[in-house]
Structure formats: C-alpha cells, structure tokens
C-alpha cells in the first residue's frame, strides 16, 4: 500500500477503495457521497486503515473496518449462511443458527471473546464451542482474532458415561413406570448399543428374524434444514450384525412403528 485509502462514488453510494499487493477492494454500506457525516466516517475509515497499516497491525481481511448493520456483520453471517446451505450438515447449520442467535460482530479479539463468553453462558460445551469458532474459520480464514483464540478442550473419558447393568435396569423400569410410550425405544437402543441416528433409521428390512439379528445398514441424516432422510451408512461407519433376544422383536416393531421417518 503507497497511499491511503480513498473515497469512491459509485453511482451515489460512498465507497473505500483500499489497493492490497496490487487488487483494489471495496468497503461498502458507509452511505451516500452527498451525506457530509457519511463522508466523515469514511475519512474515519481511511484515516484507520493507513495507521494500522504504518503500524504493521493492518487486519488484511478488512473485516475490522467494515461498518455493522444495527451491530451485526451481515456479510460473515451471509457467508454462515451459504456455507450452510451448500454443506446442509448439522455442524454448519448449528453454527450459523448460533452466530445468528448472538447477532454479534467477530472483527476483534475482544468480540471474539466476547462471543465466547456468551455462548458459555448459553450452556454450551467446550468441544461444541470449539466446532463452532473452527465453523466460522472456514468463511474467514484471513480473520486473525478467530485465528488467534483457542478453547480448551477437556480431556473426557468415555467409561465414565458409560451406565452399569444395574443402572440401565432403573433406567427402564423408571420409563416403563413413568414414560410408557416411550419405553420400546429405549429398550432397544440400551439393549443392542445402537447410535441414536441408526435407531431411528431402523426398517423392518433390518429385523432378521432366523438369524436372531438386527443388519444395521442405515442411518438418520439431520442437516437442520430439510426433512430428515434416512440414507445408508457412509465410510468411515460399516453395515454390522446386532444380536438379539426373542424378546426384542416386539420392542423393535414397536420401536419402528412409533419412530419411523416418513
């Protein structure tokens, strides 16, 4: 950069052109050319620009500069949304629902921390606040204040979460006594180890009968935005044989009665 910054009419709309190793780029939403405070906040922005530039503290991607619609970056929370719909997974559409929630800018460290705390303050965990910022990363990888905080993840061990036979059985005679319809949904997946999703996936093509098994070979897909489907299980997930008892069979008739996906 040789110069500062300058001021742009297009067409009536107040623009800063900034020139980055040789490519123009644009800041926009600052008002009208003819509107004198308009006019002021774009020297503003120029004036910025080149300081930090001098100062070696230039943010490249420009997000600190660009001015916010009623406090929100609608540009970051655009780019949320395209990510989401193109990827239509549960990760990217948590994320942008998130972000949108908070209706926050993201263009300092303080902001971002400030982001941090309020999504703790929301109740949620630290692995989900991690996927979160590394989500929001993916539409603004020149973003140095998301680059720069990490989240400590705690180390989790699984046999902690893991219930105990006799705990499984107060667990079902608690639902059977409380939550009766509920009940054959939640003998089948503690009795055979089933993820949620392939649970909830279960046709009667899956129930072998002779065999004694269940072929697990499907799983619920939930992006957030269209109606789930269930679609095959994906790599790095195999088809598997689950083993049961005659007794299950009618839990699992039960089961995919009440729970099938249209």
């Known amino acids: 950069m040789r ?3 300058s001021l742009r009419n297009n ?4 623009q800063v052109r900034v020139r980055l190793e040789g490519q123009e780029h644009f800041i926009n939403r600052l008002g009208r050319w003819d509107d004198p405070i308009a006019v002021a906040k774009a020297q503003a922005i120029s004036a910025e620009i080149w300081r930090d530039y001098r100062e070696g503290t230039l943010d490249w991607s420009l997000c ?10 609608p540009e970051l929370l655009k780019a949320m949304e395209d990510l989401m719909l193109r990827k239509r997974q549960g990760r990217t559409t948590h994320a942008y629902r998130v972000l949108k929630r908070y209706g926050g800018a993201l263009r300092t460290e303080g902001e971002v921390r400030e982001f941090l705390r309020w ?12 996927t979160i910022l590394s989500t929001i990363r993916t539409v603004q990888p020149a973003n140095k204040p998301l680059a720069s905080v990490q989240i400590r993840v705690p180390h989790r061990s699984v046999q902690e979460e893991v219930l105990s036979k006799g705990e499984i059985q107060k667990v079902l005679e608690d639902i059977r006594t409380n939550e009766e319809w509920f009940y054959a949904c939640f ?52 088809s598997r044989f689950i083993p049961f008892a005659c007794d299950f069979l009618f839990l699992a008739y039960i089961s995919i009665s009440c729970y099938q996906v249209p």
């Open 119 to 130: 999504m703790e303050a929301e109740g949620l965990a630290a692995s989900t606040r991690s």
């Open 3 to 5: 110069k500062a910054p």
């Open 64 to 73: 600190r500069y660009k001015p916010l619609v009623e406090g929100k970056d």
């Open 187 to 238: 003998a089948v997946w503690l009795g055979t180890g089933l993820r949620n999703a392939e649970l909830i996936g279960l046709t009667w093509d899956c129930v072998r009968l002779e065999e004694g098994e269940l072929l697990i070979t499907k799983t619920l897909r939930r992006d957030g935005v269209a109606t789930p489907q269930i679609d095959p299980i994906k790599a790095p997930l195999i």
């Open 11 to 14: 067409n009536g709309a107040l």
